[in-house]
């Protein structure tokens, strides 16, 4: 049975009641859903390249929901509820950071810059602080502390996973769920809709700013993605 359906994505529920099933769509879209399209192929390549991010993830002592993949486009998780908190992080300027603040584009970062965004479309994601999230009940102190430290220790690992392939890190945006046992866990997917990947001779862009900013084929962009991780 459906019983979510995302940008992106849909979950389904399976047999085992602890566990979904996530199909990856061929849509994709930008600000806030205002820009469009459907990409032949580009849920398959999601799918591939979000399955190896979770195994080498789960290989580097990291959890997440991931448990297998079934088919091009399906893989099974573990039964989460969602956080409703984005968490981003940034290692180079691009973006919103750069919109929001007025600074120019590919400043590397001293130190990663943690932000949080509450998930909900009606209000366009609003970023907002620890102080936020505890008043509005979405998470609390602790949960937060460890979304921290948890969402830097990834940021670390696929850094030096994304380098080894030559490419920055740019940013990226990750989800959080609660697994049966109240534990939280790494959700949702990471993909080069959900992380910006520069070359790093070229600063060529690898990633979902093709289809924002028409900066070249999204699928040609992603099969590199993918191709670099398989090689
Ligand atoms: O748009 P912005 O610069 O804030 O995005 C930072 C990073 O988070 C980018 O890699 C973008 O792909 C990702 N992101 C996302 N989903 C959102 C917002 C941002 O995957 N709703």
Known sequence: M?????????????????????????????????????????????NKICTAMFEMLEKEGINTHFIKGISDREMIVKKVEILPLEVIV?????????????????????????????KNDDY???MLNDDHAVAMKLATREELAFLREETLKINEIMKKFFLNMNFKLVDFKLEFGKDVNGNIILA???????????????????????????????VEGYTEVLSRIEN
Do not use: H, M
């Open 2 to 46: 459906l019983l979510y359906e995302g940008k992106a994505k849909q979950i389904f529920s399976t047999e085992n009641e602890n566990e979904y099933l996530v199909y990856y769509k061929d849509d994709a879209t930008a600000f806030n859903g205002e820009k469009k399209a459907s990409i032949n192929s580009k849920g398959i390549l999601n």
């Open 90 to 118: 940034r290692n180079i300027t691009a973006g919103s950071f750069c919109k929001r603040y007025g600074i120019e584009e590919g400043i590397v970062l001293e130190e990663p810059i943690f932000e949080l965004s509450y």
């Open 124 to 126: 366009g994601d609003p």
């Open 188 to 218: 949702d997917e990471i993909s080069p809709d959900t992380c910006r990947l520069w070359d790093v001779d070229t600063n060529e862009k690898f990633d979902k700013d093709r289809f924002r900013r028409d900066l070249g084929d999204l």
